[in-house]
């Protein structure tokens, strides 16, 4: 409807425009002379009272008959507003069911925990994401080489992966420039760059960044403190720098020992700490074991708070083994470096894949040193640990990833089954999510 349209006659809307204004004008001026002139008898007063008290009922009649004639116009299709109340409704009712989802702690890095969060948003907006900082490669690094800041890099990746927002919006934060002197940056690290400038702190930074592209749940660093990753190898040689462990192990031909952060004694970010302790699961991986979920554990705050929760702690484990940190592993051997570091009892569930890949593909992967990742259940039994399995392979671009839709299904059904169901107060959110997952079921299927 045009500007012109709306001063045509019989729209009835310009005369509760004008007795809205009236009413603005008496009680200001009502206002005005009380205030001026306070000491006038109790008659003037009484008057400026009357003026007020018309003055708001006026108004009144102004907004409530205002949105009449402005219905009546939608109605007889004057103004064009087009609500599908269908899709309304299943809006709503996804937004009160996500809400009453269980509290979920993530913990790690790298696009394997990305890809998780893809899935499990869909169940719950009860998500919080606690990241490591102990990226230094890539434009990650030049970053917090020449700005000081802590690396964005993986934080991106999750508050992408959790965000509301247009394909458009993430393919352009997601976007590397291709040359001159910002090459291969991308552009999410120079927002989150940016918004660190404008911010007291990273954390606020990675909050506003969040509030911006509406995220479900809540990304943290692990720590603000500006922390470095360094291995000892067997041989005992150290390797300083995430980015250069890998290389490290090729160049000493000698595997990880322990890995271990400077400063040492590094301060958890105390809003993951209160996240874990609420928590009704947590969840390890998927991710570099060395690079991406151990940093974390090596945070003693996180590891101290693991331990003592009541929560369902569970691990994802790898598809594949990546050279340099895991080569030869088992389920076992990530599970006994994840004790080594944070602690036993950190474990209660892992999540194996057990599906295969095409033999092409296998052979692409065991030239370039890696393979699927097989298991010892006594072993990881023995460990007190139940293990769970399932096929989450999915080929993306010729790469194996995990199957987010998958894992996130399995991982809310063992949370239903091994923590909500035995809790009587969490005895709804198992209804919910129950619901849910037939809901999806059913999506996935048509």
């Known amino acids: 409807m045009r500007f012109i349209d709306w001063l045509k006659p019989g729209i009835k809307v310009k005369r509760w425009i004008m007795l809205g204004i009236l009413g603005i004008l008496m009680i200001a001026f009502g206002l005005v002379e009380w205030i001026q002139h306070r000491f006038y008898s109790g008659y003037y007063i009484a008057f400026y009272v009357f003026l007020i008290t018309v003055g708001l009922f006026i108004l009144y009649l102004a907004v409530t008959q205002g949105m009449r004639s402005f219905i009546f116009l939608i109605n007889k299709g004057y103004i064009n507003v087009s609500l599908d109340s269908r899709k309304l409704e299943s809006l709503i009712y996804e937004k009160r069911l996500l809400v009453k989802g269980p509290k979920v702690v993530v913990i ?17 907006s009860n998500i919080t994401a606690i990241v490591t900082v102990a990226d230094d490669g890539g434009g990650s690094g030049d970053l917090r080489e020449d700005l000081g800041i802590l690396p964005p890099g993986d934080i991106r ?4 992966a959790l965000a509301d927002t247009e394909p458009l919006m993430e393919e352009l934060l997601q976007y590397r420039f291709k040359g001159g002197r910002l090459e291969n940056q991308s552009f999410g690290n120079l927002f989150l760059a940016a918004m660190d400038g404008i911010s007291s702190n990273f954390e606020e930074a990675v ?4 509030s911006v592209l509406a995220v479900t749940g809540k990304v943290l660093p692990v720590t603000l403190d500006n922390v470095i990753l360094k291995a000892k190898l067997k041989n005992g040689a150290i390797v300083e720098g995430e980015s250069k462990i890998a290389e490290g192990v090729f160049e000493n031909k000698s595997p990880i020992d322990k890995v271990f952060l400077e400063p040492p004694n590094a301060n958890a970010l105390r809003e993951a700490v209160i996240a874990i302790r609420e928590a009704d699961a947590i969840i390890l991986g998927p991710g570099s074991l060395y690079t991406s979920i151990i940093p974390n554990l090596l945070v003693q705050d996180i590891s101290v708070t693991l331990r003592r929760t009541k929560a369902l702690k569970i691990y994802v484990s790898n598809i594949m083994t990546q050279p340099g940190e895991t ?11 994840i004790f080594k570091h944070g602690g036993e009892e950190i474990v209660d569930y892992v999540i194996v894949n057990s599906g295969k890949i095409d033999k092409k593909l296998e052979e692409k992967y065991l030239q370039d040193g890696q393979k699927l990742v097989d298991i010892n259940k006594k072993q990881v039994e023995d460990m007190n640990v139940k293990v769970i399995e399932g096929n989450f392979v999915k080929i993306k671009n010729g790469f194996v ?3 987010s839709e998958k894992l996130a299904a399995i991982l809310i059904e063992t949370i239903m089954e091994k923590k909500l169901l035995f809790d009587r107060k969490k005895i709804i959110e198992y209804f919910y999510l129950s619901e849910r997952l037939k809901e999806r079921k059913e999506t996935k299927k048509s």
């Open 108 to 124: 790690g890095g790298g696009t394997g925990l990305s890809t998780m969060l893809r899935g499990l948003k869909h169940y719950t």
């Open 157 to 160: 990746n999750c508050i992408l």
């Open 207 to 210: 909050q506003k960044m969040s």
């Open 327 to 337: 080569d030869n592993f088992g389920v076992e051997d990530h599970l006994k470096a």
């Open 401 to 403: 990833r995990h199957d």
